[in-house]
């Protein structure tokens, strides 16, 4: 099970970290990645990492301004977002996968809703 938290409301420019803990099973071996999904768009990928933590791997649309990491011990994988925009906005996903080149993978939590105010 995969659960998301720390999403919000905050103003253009602003920062926010979402945390996904993953409960039940262990993810160290799973790459993880953070997919979002707008009102009336389809879902989209935002950022991946690979069960080691050596590659990361981010949309052009946040590169630069989101960074994607994990704490194995913690059985956490966390997304900084800075310099946020009102396009931003969305519900925020957890996935988890065995392959990062096939992702999303087989596990989804359950979204945790973005807004940004221009």
């Known amino acids: 099970q995969l659960v998301e938290s720390g999403g919000g409301l905050v103003q253009a420019g602003g920062s926010l970290r979402l945390s996904c803990a993953a409960s039940?099973?262990?993810?160290?071996?799973?790459?993880m990645g953070w997919f979002r999904q707008a009102p009336g768009k389809e879902r989209e990928f935002v950022a991946a990492?690979?069960?080691?933590?050596?590659?990361?791997y981010y949309a052009d649309s946040v590169k630069g301004r989101f960074t994607i990491s994990r704490d194995s011990a913690k059985n956490t994988v966390y997304l900084q977002m800075n310099s946020l925009k009102p396009e931003d906005t969305a519900v925020y996903y957890c996935?988890?996968?065995?392959?990062?080149?096939?992702?999303?993978?087989?596990?989804w939590g359950q979204g945790t809703q973005v807004t940004v105010s221009s």
């Open positions: 996935n988890a996968g065995r392959d990062i080149a096939t992702m999303p993978g087989r596990y």
């Open positions: 039940g099973r262990t993810f160290s071996s799973y790459s």
């Open positions: 990492i690979s069960w080691s933590g050596a590659s990361t």
